[in-house]
Structures are given as C-alpha cells and as structure tokens.
C-alpha cells in the first residue's frame, strides 16, 4: 500500500485546508483509514478514522471542527480542517489498517506540513 498526501500548507488562524490522501495497491476498501499528527516538541496524536463501512472516530483535540471522509471508488481519504488554531500546526500523516479505531496500521505516508499563523 502506498500513500501520498497532499493539501498542506500556510492558513491563518480560523481558516480551513482539505488534506487528501490517494492510496495504491491492493485492500485499501477493506482497511479504516487514518490521519495522524505530529506537532513539534509533541507526541504522535490521532486526528481521525474512518472505517471501511464509514464509521469514524474523531480525536478531541479537533472534535467539532475536523471532519474524515473517504471515496473508495477513488482510492481517496480526506481530512476537512475548519477553524484551525495555531495549535493545529503540524505534519499530518495518513495511515491504513487502523486497528481498533486507534492504533496506527503499518501503512504511512511521507507526510504533509500544515501550519496555522497570521
């Protein structure tokens, strides 16, 4: 499975970005898909899921304002960023093979910077 990210960039603070992630190889429709974070100085955070079936589990740092979504038919999974804050600011990464709608599966991307300043 490969993964590639894309959608990052410069926003200022109370702005939105939408990150995709367009996945190959073969399972992708049958894996929960993630996204992930990792802030400076900070530990690995979970962002959101989304199982095959289309359940999702968003964490509480973003609740309210993230919303995950995926296209199978496309291979692709989103991340819709609304009022982000500057404590937003990180590299995202997307996953495949969640497990349990937490734990990170063996399948990463290289990543996409995100950063929230005015």
């Known amino acids: 499975v490969r993964l590639v990210e894309s959608g990052g960039g410069l926003v200022q603070p109370g702005g939105s970005l939408r990150l995709s992630c367009a996945a190959s190889g073969s399972g992708f429709r049958f894996n929960a898909m993630g996204w992930y974070r990792r802030a400076p100085g900070k530990e690995r955070e979970l962002v959101a899921v989304?199982?095959?079936?289309?359940?999702?589990r968003i964490g509480d740092s973003v609740k309210g304002r993230f919303t995950i979504s995926r296209d199978s038919a496309q291979n692709m999974v989103y991340l819709q960023m609304d009022s982000l804050k500057p404590e937003d600011t990180a590299v995202y990464y997307c996953?495949?093979?969640?497990?349990?709608?937490?734990?990170?599966?063996?399948?990463w991307g290289q990543g996409t910077r995100v950063t929230v300043s005015s």
């Open positions: 989304i199982t095959s079936g289309g359940a999702t």
């Open positions: 996953n495949s093979g969640v497990d349990r709608l937490s734990r990170p599966g063996p399948y």
